[in-house]
C-alpha cells in the first residue's frame, strides 16, 4: 500500500505499531488515514473510534482482508470516508481514493482549477476598481447570481460571458485565466 501511493505521488507514513498512530495523526496533521481493522495490540476499530474524538472530519479509509457486516456498520457509525475488502483492485482503489480527496476539496481538476483561476481573478480586478457585483451586472448584462458564481467558481462562463466581464473591467481577456 505505502508503495502504491507513493508511486502514485502522496506523501505516505506507515506504522507497524497502531500504538503510535494517533500520536502521528496530531503530529503530522493528515488528510487522509488508511486504516486496516486487524493490528497488533489494539483494534482497527478502537482506533477509528480514538481519531474520531480527536477529528471527526479526517478521512479514514477502512482497509481489511477480515470484512464483516458488523466492522462495516461500526466503521459507518464513525463516518469513514470508504470501506474496501481485500484483495482490492488496484485501479478500483485509486478511483476511491480520488473521490474521497475530492469530497474533501483536497483533489481538484485542472478545469475545476481554470474556473478558480478565472473567479478569483474577476473579483480580484473587479474589487480593485471597488465595483460591486450589482455594477458589474449592468456593465455586462449578466445577473448578479450569474456573475457571483463565476466569481466562486460555481459556474463556469461561456466565451461571450467572458468576453463581456473583460470589457467590463477595462482588462484583456487572457488576463482572466491569469497563469493557467
Known amino acids: 500500500m505505502e508503495l502504491l501511493l507513493s508511486q502514485n505521488g502522496y506523501d505516505v507514513r506507515s506504522l507497524t505499531d497502531p500504538e503510535k498512530a494517533l500520536d502521528l495523526i496530531r503530529e503530522v496533521g493528515f488528510h487522509v488515514v488508511v486504516l486496516d481493522l486487524m493490528m ?46 481485500k484483495p482490492f483492485d488496484i485501479d478500483e ?5 480520488e473521490a ?17 483561476t478565472i473567479g478569483q481573478n474577476i473579483r480580484r480586478c473587479r474589487k480593485e476598481q471597488d465595483l460591486t457585483l450589482k455594477q458589474m451586472s449592468r456593465r455586462t448584462g449578466l445577473s448578479v447570481s450569474l456573475l457571483s458564481q463565476i466569481e466562486r467558481a460555481e459556474s463556469s462562463a461561456s466565451v461571450s460571458s467572458l468576453h463581456k466581464l473583460a470589457q467590463a473591467l477595462d482588462c484583456r481577456l487572457t488576463d482572466l485565466f491569469g497563469d493557467f
Do not use: C, W
Open 93 to 97: 482503489f485509486n478511483s476511491r481514493l
Open 100 to 116: 474521497v480527496l475530492r469530497d474533501k476539496g483536497l483533489l481538484v481538476s485542472s478545469e475545476e482549477r481554470l474556473l478558480l
Open 40 to 85: 497488533p495490540g489494539i483494534s482497527g476499530m478502537e482506533l477509528l473510534a480514538d481519531i474520531r474524538e480527536y477529528d471527526s472530519d479526517l478521512a479514514v479509509i477502512i482497509f481489511t482482508g477480515h470484512a464483516t457486516v458488523d466492522t462495516a456498520v461500526e466503521s459507518m457509525k464513525h463516518q469513514v470516508s470508504d470501506y474496501i475488502k
